[in-house]
């Protein structure tokens, strides 16, 4: 079976790109090598040589664009369908990206259906990935031949295998995402070292997604993933965690093993979450590894 795992041109719609390949297709395509099942990963909204990145404040005024897209009348996402199918895929699985353009109704799930119905029209099946579809399951039931909605993990293949709709519970703890088959597309930086939220704003995914439930990922695989990302994007990383300081022990762990590295990165907090304990917790994290100046910047 000839997979196809598709990250839509989201932000190439509206004018801009995006080179980084999405996380939850890396770790797809882990699941498929596992299984030895072929398959390529294909960022369509890869910018070509010399495009800049187009601000927040321009990307909001281009609504004209954006609603083209998730009309399906974007010539872009012609352009990107005809690529896809030059694969001769069996499947092509579409990422319904995160809350980038999270607007209702016409946000990047509508883009990832369009993409979808076009692709369907050539006889090829379709799969859509991300808990953004869980927003109005109705109709993109009716655009895709199956969804996948949770976090990814490993059921996945049997998913993609038994072509039907679900929601499966599960994180992939113990595993390291797989950039191998990127043929279009640039690695992501972002080394995902827990997921879930212990938190529940109402605008966001994670509480319906997680349950308000946090699952650190093992220590040793965060290792692993640095190392390996390390060779691809360089030593600068944005750490996954929605909440980094949220534990102290789990900070002290993995200030202790990060601390003969060279590796810098960039982490997120909440307000409440930056007490004087955990940012100079934080900075012991930063300081051992040679840092002169904070942990990573809390946004
Ligand atoms: S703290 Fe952040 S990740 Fe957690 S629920 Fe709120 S917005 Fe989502």
Redesign the pocket.
């Known amino acids: 079976m000839q997979v196809v795992l598709l990250q839509p041109p989201f932000f190439r719609c509206l004018g801009s790109h995006n080179n980084q390949v999405q996380l939850d297709l890396a770790y797809v395509s882990r699941f498929l090598d596992d299984a030895h099942i072929e398959h390529v990963v294909v960022n369509a909204d890869h910018g070509f040589g010399g495009q800049r990145y187009v601000p927040w404040r321009e990307l909001f005024e281009r609504e004209e664009s954006l609603r083209l897209a998730a009309d399906g009348e974007h010539p872009i996402l012609d352009e990107a369908v005809e690529y896809v199918l030059g694969f001769e895929p069996e499947v092509v699985v579409i990422a319904g990206g995160d809350t980038t353009i999270p607007t209702k109704n016409i946000g990047s799930p509508y883009i990832a259906a369009q993409v979808s119905k076009k692709i369907r029209k050539s006889g090829v099946r379709t799969v859509g990935i991300g808990p953004v579809f869980m927003k109005e399951t109705g109709p993109f039931a009716k655009w895709f031949d199956g969804i996948f909605m949770s976090a990814v993990n490993r059921s996945i293949v049997d998913f993609l295998v038994d072509n039907d709709i679900g929601f499966m519970g599960g994180v992939p703890v113990g595993v390291v995402p797989c950039f191998d088959h990127v043929v279009h597309g640039r690695p992501s930086d972002l080394v995902m070292t827990a997921f879930g939220?212990?938190?529940?704003?109402s605008?966001?995914?994670?509480?319906v997604v997680y349950s308000q439930n946090v699952t650190f990922q093992l220590v040793e695989t965060v290792l692993e993933d640095m190392e390996k990302r390390s060779k691809l994007v360089g030593n600068e990383m944005y750490l996954g965690d929605?909440?980094f300081p949220l534990n102290m022990r789990r900070l002290k762990v993995l200030a202790d093993e990060l601390e003969y590295t060279n590796y810098r990165f960039r982490c997120?907090s909440?307000v409440v979450h930056c007490g004087q304990a955990r940012i100079v917790g934080s900075d012991e994290a930063h300081r051992r590894q040679g840092g002169e100046g904070r942990a990573g910047e809390f946004g």
């Open positions: 939220c212990a938190h529940d704003c605008f966001c995914l994670f509480p929605a909440i997120e909440r």
